[in-house]
């Protein structure tokens, strides 16, 4: 392999390990009571710049790589539409435009990283083993975190500080104790158990493959820690799609492949009984998640949704033609109360908001569609629906030619299609954008090499035949 093809497959791959890691430098920080305000502060992220290092490497070796692939044009259009609708929006977005222009590079940057994926691989399995690395690391720090019960000072790496004393961190009660809900070095417990949630989506054709029995054992430990980290998130939204997705796959085996799916259940049954054990001794913590008690910590996150439906039809309702601009919508549920004590703070080294209201009170709404409509309008809504419809034809057209990945490619955007319905950290967060447009690059990549990734997905140890 010539040097420029190694270094661009171990940048590729410190570049996907890197998606849930939030370490980065922030160059114009803001604070409320003190307390820093991610969503408008400036930032540079470890991501970001490896992304930008991926593709000059790309740029260098371009000469050697011949045509460029656009891929699948009823996904690629949409996303080229969606990226320069967010520049557009530029010029009405109120109340800073510099919160806007980095949202809009960012998603820009990340498209860049489509085509490079759409471009430079070919085996799919090139992205889940960094994929799968990146579950172990992130489900090994969220094991350390819950069962100490405190953030593991890992701040270099991007990893909050996470007290389970401090209000606004997300916890559940146990016998009247606050027990802390696993992050690893994301910004949320949730963001954690949907990043599991969409890695073991796209990573379970490996778990029954038809390759060497100490390969397929290895997966199925993988998976089998990715699930532990996932339980341990206590993320409901990320179980709901990791139950409905993985009934409907072992449903679809067992009819179409039956001897194929007891022979991966024989070579996984040790990974899937330690989880349940997990399972059956964290039951104080996991029971509580589903309680419809009002006195429960979990009804506050049910009422905080509520205060957020009507702030986004108040917000909205100003903005219905163009939005409020792409990365304004925070800024607008926050701005009110605010602006009139604001002041820079030598001290903080940065600008600071107070007011008497908690920094927890002012979230965006927690809908990835109702989001994109206040921010770009219906433009912007539609383009991101078309999105996902395009993304959702094109796994069904994958699966229907016997492809299996199309079948993850399926789950995968299912999953941040229907956790989008609670959440916002898709569209709101840089790790949560980078699995949505990971997604949509497997799917491409899927699309323009459908013979090298139909039925083995490049190598023999991922078919089902």
């Keep these: 392999m010539k040097f420029w093809q190694k270094a661009n497959q171990w940048w590729l791959w410190a570049t996907l390990f890197a998606i849930p890691l939030s370490a980065?430098?922030?160059?114009?920080?803001?604070?409320?009571?003190?307390?820093?305000?991610?969503?408008?502060?400036?930032s540079l992220f470890l991501s970001d710049l490896l992304i930008i290092g991926l593709?000059?490497?790309?740029?260098?070796?371009?000469?050697?790589?011949?045509?460029?692939?656009?891929?699948?044009?009823?996904?690629?259009?949409?996303?080229?539409?969606l990226a320069?609708?967010?520049?557009?929006?530029?010029?009405?977005?109120?109340?800073?435009?510099?919160?806007?222009?980095?949202?809009?590079?960012?998603?820009?940057?990340?498209?860049g990283l489509y085509f490079y994926l759409l471009n430079r691989?070919?085996?799919?399995?090139?992205?889940?083993?960094?994929?799968?690395?990146?579950?172990?690391?992130?489900?090994?720090?969220?094991?350390?975190?819950?069962?100490?019960?405190?953030?593991?000072?890992?701040?270099?790496?991007?990893e909050s500080v996470l007290e389970p004393a401090k209000s606004g961190i997300p916890v559940v009660l146990i016998d009247g104790a606050r027990q802390l809900r696993a992050h690893g070095t994301l910004p949320h417990a949730n963001v954690l158990g949907g990043y599991l949630?969409?890695?073991?989506?796209?990573?379970?054709?490996?778990?029954?493959?038809?390759?060497?029995?100490?390969?397929?054992?290895?997966?199925w430990l993988i998976a089998g820690v990715g699930l532990i980290g996932l339980i341990l998130s206590l993320s409901r939204s990320a179980w709901v799609m990791l139950i409905v997705g993985g009934v409907a796959v072992c449903a679809w085996l067992v009819w179409k492949h039956c001897a194929r799916f007891w022979s991966g259940l024989k070579s996984?049954?040790?990974v899937i009984l330690a989880v349940i054990v997990i399972i059956l001794t964290q039951w104080q913590a996991i029971v509580p998640r589903w309680s419809s008690d009002p006195d429960l910590v979990e009804q506050i996150s049910v009422n905080s949704r509520i205060v957020q439906w009507e702030e986004f039809k108040k917000i909205y309702g100003l903005?219905?033609?163009?939005?409020?601009?792409?990365?304004q919508y925070f800024l607008n549920v926050w701005q009110p109360e605010a602006t009139a004590n604001w002041q820079y703070r030598s001290d903080l080294g940065g600008w600071s908001y107070s007011s008497a209201k908690s920094l927890n009170y002012y979230q965006p709404v927690h809908d990835v569609y109702l989001l994109a409509l206040a921010e770009?309008?219906?433009?912007?809504?539609?383009?991101?629906?078309?999105?996902?419809?395009?993304?959702?034809?094109?796994?069904?057209?994958?699966?229907?030619?016997?492809?299996?990945?199309?079948?993850?490619?399926?789950?995968?955007?299912?999953?941040?299609?229907?956790?989008?319905?609670?959440?916002?950290?898709?569209?709101?967060?840089?790790?949560?954008?980078?699995m949505f447009m990971l997604v949509l690059s497997l799917i491409a990549v899927l699309w323009v090499n459908p013979s090298y990734n139909g039925k083995h997905g490049g190598t023999k140890s991922a078919s089902i035949s």
């Design 24 to 42: 980065r430098k922030v160059l114009i920080p803001v604070f409320y009571q003190n307390a820093f305000v991610d969503y408008a502060s400036t």
């Design 55 to 81: 593709l000059l490497l790309w740029l260098i070796d371009f000469k050697r790589i011949g045509r460029f692939n656009w891929g699948p044009k009823w996904l690629t259009l949409p996303l080229l539409l």
């Design 84 to 111: 320069g609708w967010m520049w557009v929006s530029l010029l009405w977005a109120q109340p800073n435009l510099l919160i806007g222009a980095q949202s809009a590079l960012r998603f820009l940057l990340y498209v």
């Design 121 to 158: 691989v070919k085996n799919i399995v090139t992205i889940v083993y960094p994929l799968a690395a990146g579950v172990i690391g992130q489900s090994l720090l969220a094991m350390g975190q819950y069962f100490n019960n405190h953030s593991l000072g890992l701040t270099w790496l991007g």
């Design 197 to 219: 949630t969409v890695s073991l989506a796209i990573m379970w054709p490996l778990l029954f493959g038809t390759g060497k029995k100490i390969s397929q054992v290895a997966w």
């Design 268 to 270: 996984g049954w040790p």
């Design 319 to 327: 903005h219905t033609i163009t939005g409020v601009g792409v990365g």
């Design 376 to 434: 770009l309008g219906p433009i912007g809504l539609g383009l991101l629906l078309w999105i996902i419809g395009a993304a959702v034809y094109l796994t069904i057209r994958l699966w229907w030619r016997a492809s299996v990945w199309g079948l993850a490619g399926l789950w995968g955007v299912a999953t941040i299609a229907g956790i989008g319905l609670t959440d916002h950290y898709w569209w709101t967060l840089p790790g949560g954008r980078l």
